[in-house]
């Protein structure tokens, strides 16, 4: 069992080195971890931030490291250095305070992002610098305890919000042949997924992608991300259902 489980991986491994070689910079997409005053103390986390502050924590890379968070909903986007290294639940790719959530406007159920490192030069720290005093405005004007409270006594009609799906990329491939090896070794190794929720995307020539999923629920995408990691993938990447 133990040579199956270095062979599943070993192929994954293979196609991750494969697509990702060329990058120099971390990019990942996937949920944040909105971080509670009392998750130090429940031992969440390994360090305290103050929510009242534009902080971000990560679990892999390093302090000083600036990162920018995107929410793709609307396009709001804010570039922070890293603060603090410090573990949080595996299933998120970076912790963020209550003001970061605010400041880019996140759906707190659904807190997905894009999360991309960003080299340091001049013109950039002397545009950051600028950046932030705005930042720091709109803070100011949306304080962490307000809440809107809305009146529906009207009658008017709301309309639903469009139900988020997601899906785990489970890796990429230059072949489809690679693809379609790996979504096999899935059922014969693994028992916990349905062969209808796995599925191969092309994306141009030479890169093909296996998915699991679509998942209309943060719950059934989490027990199958945790799954996956348990079983040796590392970096999956989550994108959202079209």
């Known amino acids: ?35 509670n005053v009392d998750d130090f103390d429940k031992k969440i986390t390994q360090k ?25 909903d609307n396009k709001k986007e ?51 610098a600028k950046t932030f005093k705005e930042e720091k405005k709109v803070l100011v004007k949306a304080p962490i305890d307000n809440v809107k409270i809305l009146d529906i006594s009207n009658n008017e009609s709301i309309p639903n919000p469009k139900i988020k799906k997601f899906l785990i990329i ?26 209808k929720d796995v599925s191969i995307k092309k994306k141009n020539t030479h890169s093909y992608q296996l998915l699991l999923g679509p998942y209309s629920t943060i719950n059934s995408l989490k027990n199958s991300y945790i799954v996956l990691k348990n079983f040796g993938f590392e970096d999956l990447n989550i994108k959202i259902y079209e």
């Open 48 to 72: 305290k931030f103050k929510n009242e502050e534009l902080l971000i924590g990560h679990n892999k890379i390093k302090p000083g490291t600036l990162l920018k968070i995107i929410n793709p």
């Open 170 to 195: 489970v890796g990429e491939f230059y072949s489809k042949e690679s693809a379609i090896m790996l979504k096999e070794r899935l059922f014969t190794e693994m028992t916990n997924f349905n062969q």
């Open 78 to 128: 804010i570039t922070l250095k890293v603060k603090k290294k410090t573990k949080y639940p595996e299933f998120y790719n970076v912790l963020i305070t209550k003001s970061v959530s605010l400041y880019l406007e996140l759906d707190e159920k659904i807190p997905f992002v894009e999360v991309q490192e960003i080299k340091k030069n001049k013109s950039f720290i002397a545009d950051r």
């Open 1 to 35: 069992m133990k040579y199956r489980i270095l062979l599943i991986f070993f192929l994954f491994g293979c196609a991750d080195i494969s697509s990702n070689k060329n990058k120099s910079s971390y990019f990942s997409k996937g949920f944040a971890y909105i971080y």
